[in-house]
């Protein structure tokens, strides 16, 4: 399954809503392990300064680029030849990781080469209708609790009348705990990996 592309270009990977700010917190708390095989829902950055990390939050442009997150075990770079760059020991390259996700590590079972640019086989997502309406201050109060509360999160943000949170992974507990404290479709867990199937 290993494709060869042509890297792209550095760039920032951030989530931004289009009605409001940012809430960037890593809070404390059991982040959900995957029953089985997951991959990262877009291309990531897999950073190495010492021992492989795989970004799922935003990447700070920099020369070298400074991200952080989760550890990459079973990742080796002579595997990827020409697909990383490299400042000093730093090492980092794009990719869509394929592997297992325990809750705190993601082990590495294969990596697509992939530019920020390359559509990747996911529909464009759509959002149940909110069963409750808040004013845009109150769901921003929600975004700022939802961001510092829900284990794995890595941001929340207004969008029109919901609040996106994103996270590293959801096996749909987290969806079902917003939904019961906020009301359907209020908050939408964005899962930063994803389930594929085997």
Same mark, same amino acid.
Request: aromatic share 6%; charged share 20%.
């Given at each position: 399954?290993?494709?060869?592309?042509a890297l792209?270009?550095?760039?920032?990977?951030?989530?931004?809503?289009?009605?409001?700010?940012?809430?960037?917190?890593?809070?404390?708390?059991e982040?959900p392990?995957?029953?089985?095989?997951?991959?990262?829902?877009?291309?990531?950055? %897999?950073?190495?300064?010492?021992?492989?990390? $795989?970004? $799922?939050?935003?990447?700070?442009?920099?020369?070298?680029?400074q991200?952080?997150?989760?550890p990459?075990?079973?990742?080796?770079?002579?595997?990827?030849?020409?697909?990383?760059?490299?400042?000093?020991?730093?090492?980092?390259?794009?990719?869509?990781?394929?592997?297992?996700?325990?809750?705190?590590?993601?082990?590495?079972?294969?990596?697509?080469?992939?530019?920020? $640019?390359?559509?990747?086989?996911?529909?464009?997502?759509?959002?149940?209708?909110?069963s409750?309406?808040?004013?845009?201050a109150?769901?921003?109060?929600?975004?700022?609790?939802?961001?510092?509360? $829900?284990?794995?999160?890595?941001?929340?943000?207004v969008d029109?009348?919901?609040?996106?949170?994103? %996270? %590293?992974?959801?096996?749909?507990?987290?969806?079902?705990?917003v939904?019961?404290?906020?009301?359907?479709?209020?908050?939408?867990?964005?899962?930063?990996?994803v389930?594929?199937?085997?």
């Open positions: 399954m290993k494709i060869a592309l792209a270009a550095l760039l920032v990977v951030a989530g931004c809503g289009s009605d409001g700010g940012t809430t960037a917190i890593d809070p404390s708390g982040v392990a995957a029953p089985g095989q997951v991959r990262t829902r877009t291309v990531v950055t %897999v950073m190495d300064t010492g021992s492989p990390e $795989l970004c $799922l939050g935003a990447v700070a442009e920099s020369w070298p680029p991200c952080s997150g989760p990459l075990r079973g990742w080796d770079w002579t595997e990827h030849e020409g697909q990383y760059m490299k400042s000093g020991t730093t090492r980092w390259g794009q990719f869509i990781v394929i592997g297992r996700w325990d809750g705190s590590t993601f082990t590495y079972e294969d990596a697509v080469v992939r530019t920020i $640019l390359d559509p990747i086989d996911q529909p464009t997502p759509s959002y149940p209708p909110a409750v309406e808040h004013t845009h109150e769901l921003q109060d929600i975004a700022d609790e939802v961001g510092r509360s $829900l284990p794995g999160a890595q941001g929340a943000y029109r009348q919901h609040v996106l949170v994103d %996270v %590293v992974y959801d096996d749909g507990s987290l969806q079902d705990q939904d019961e404290e906020y009301g359907a479709g209020v908050v939408v867990v964005m899962s930063a990996l389930d594929t199937r085997e």
